[in-house]
């Protein structure tokens, strides 16, 4: 298929040139209003020649017509040969398919919640099939739960061993989820679960566990009754496995309600993103940022800066989502991308980011762009404490934003009482360079709504960047590779036969291991 390499594109030397001539206006206020979200892109590089050149530049990349592919389950990864229609799993108007599942799985909550069921659930997932359910789980069950729910990801012995111990295994329910059923990790510790069941004596062990899947016909295998399968589609890639029954244990430990609500919020955002117009479209002006900052700019990395403690996992989360879906430098016709591909995603929620990393951010060399995202409203009683987290998401963002010069710092120290010559050595230590692109995310507060919201919001950002780019950002063949090399080895370190040739110091490792 025709594709023009980015730089080719007409108006690309025009919104390079745009962004370089552009400086975010400490006079503006850029508002944009999505979904109930506000997104300030004030601390972001704009004007009307950027704007034209963008919108432009959204043309020439038909984007208008790959949205369209995109929320209609047209073929959005081609390399895949697949849809990746995740939109559909959040609209109340759904396929038949799609609503039938959706009530099996609420009929099997009902019946557990009916019943009073599952003290305890062990969800079983890693990367799509864990970091949504984290994520969601730790933003309404911050507080305390009826059921006890641990997650385990890792293959690491020990996080099965943590995730099972001191539970009471007649009362535990296994939920082992992923799309693909073949992930080393999930089904190992999988087994490892269905072991510790039977160890205690638990007589019918696979009613204790469900699996969530794009095939059944795998988990069916495994042992599951098909009562207790769940589907999702391939067309569901699985960092966005979250709107699907991947959400039965958020619903399990934070409710129904607050998968609907997610659902809704991310659908709302869903219909911003079809029909609002470019300049005035959130995740099109945050992906078309991400692009200047990252493509023109040179700007590695991009913070993600929740203030508010009950967002950890957001910070993996859209790393997962950012970073196996942009980071990739051949377009997909398999031509090299000309320009640097997505950032390296990192982050914190402040304000203890303020006191690990944010001095980087502030005068280290490199600099990142920063999401700052923030809640009008708490949910806890303490007022002062809500006030002082704003006060110093703001504080931070304004510091990158308007910087010290030599000038001020050098005002500052003398009216510290420092004399002149030491002010003006201390006064280059106390300089900010300002200027520092960032955008602060506002939710009204963390409802299940707006968090859906804020998740579909970054899911549509990275279409709209992997549409510019022109990458497939629905596929993952770095990941894969290996996950294949790792069995291979897995295999040889079991003596079995392998045909495969490895480089020196793999082959040094694998023998000394094997010895041992
Ligand atoms: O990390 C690679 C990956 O394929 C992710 O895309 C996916 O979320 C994760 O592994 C788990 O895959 P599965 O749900 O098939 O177990």
Redesign the pocket.
């Known amino acids: 298929m025709p594709l023009l390499p980015l730089t080719q594109l007409p108006a690309w030397p025009a919104f390079e040139q745009a962004v370089l001539h552009a400086r975010p206006d400490l006079n503006q206020l850029r508002l944009i209003e999505a979904a109930g979200l506000s997104l300030d892109f004030s601390g972001q590089r704009h004007s009307n020649d950027y704007q034209s050149a963008a919108e432009q530049l959204l043309a020439q990349r038909n984007f208008a017509e790959q949205r369209q592919v995109l929320l209609s389950g047209g073929i959005a990864n081609p390399t895949e040969n697949r849809a990746a229609w995740h939109n559909l799993l959040r609209t109340p108007a759904a396929t038949a398919e799609v609503i039938h599942e959706r009530e099996r799985l609420n009929a099997f909550i009902r019946d557990a919640d009916l019943g009073r069921r599952w003290r305890h659930i062990v969800h079983i ?5 864990d970091w949504g359910v984290r994520l969601s789980v730790g933003a309404f069950g911050y507080t305390k739960l009826w059921r006890n729910v641990r997650f385990v990801a890792n293959i690491d012995g020990h996080a099965i061993e943590a995730g099972l111990a001191d539970l009471n295994p007649h009362d535990t329910l296994i939920v082992v ?4 059923f ?2 080393a990790e ?1 089904l190992q510790n999988g087994q490892r679960a269905l072991e510790w069941l039977q160890a205690a004596g638990v007589k019918k062990p696979f009613e204790q566990l469900v699996a969530i899947t794009a095939r059944p016909d795998r988990a069916a295998k495994w042992g599951i009754a098909q009562n207790h399968i769940f589907k999702l589609w391939d067309w569901v890639g ?2 966005f ?1 979250l709107w699907s029954s991947v959400g039965l244990t958020t619903a399990l430990s934070v409710s129904a309600d607050v998968v609907a609500g997610m659902h809704s919020g991310a659908a709302a955002m869903d219909k911003h993103f079809e029909t609002a117009p470019f300049d005035s479209n959130a995740p099109i002006q945050m992906a078309l940022h991400g692009i200047a900052n990252r493509s023109i700019l040179g700007i590695g990395s991009l913070n993600i800066a929740p203030y508010d403690s009950r967002l950890a996992y957001l910070v993996p989360y859209i790393q997962q989502l950012e970073m ?1 879906s942009l980071g990739k430098s051949v377009d997909v016709t398999g031509n090299p991308v000309p320009v640097p591909t997505g950032p390296v995603v990192w982050g914190m929620p402040g304000t203890d980011a303020q006191h690990t990393f944010f001095q980087w951010l502030h005068q280290g060399s490199d600099g990142a762009a920063v999401d700052f995202i923030m809640c009008q409203q708490a949910d806890h009683r303490w007022h002062n404490h809500h006030q002082s987290l704003i006060a110093n998401c703001l504080a931070q963002r304004e510091a990158m934003l308007r910087g010290k010069s030599i000038d001020q710092a050098y005002e500052e120290c003398i009216s510290q009482g420092h004399d002149p010559e030491e002010s003006k050595w201390l006064a280059k230590h106390r300089t900010h360079q300002g200027g520092r692109p960032n955008t602060l995310i506002v939710l009204p507060r963390l409802s299940p709504y707006h968090l859906g919201a804020l998740l579909a919001l970054y899911e549509h950002k990275v279409f709209v960047q992997g549409v510019i780019w022109g990458i497939n950002p629905f596929d ?1 063949w770095g ?1 894969e590779y290996g996950k294949n090399l790792a069995s291979d080895i897995i295999n040889e370190l079991n003596n079995q036969p392998c045909a495969k040739q490895h480089d020196t110091s793999t082959s040094y490792w694998i023998n000394l291991l094997k010895a041992n």
């Open positions: 997932g890693i990367g799509g099939s989820a992923s799309k693909s073949t992930t999930t699985g960092r496995s196996e993952q990941v």
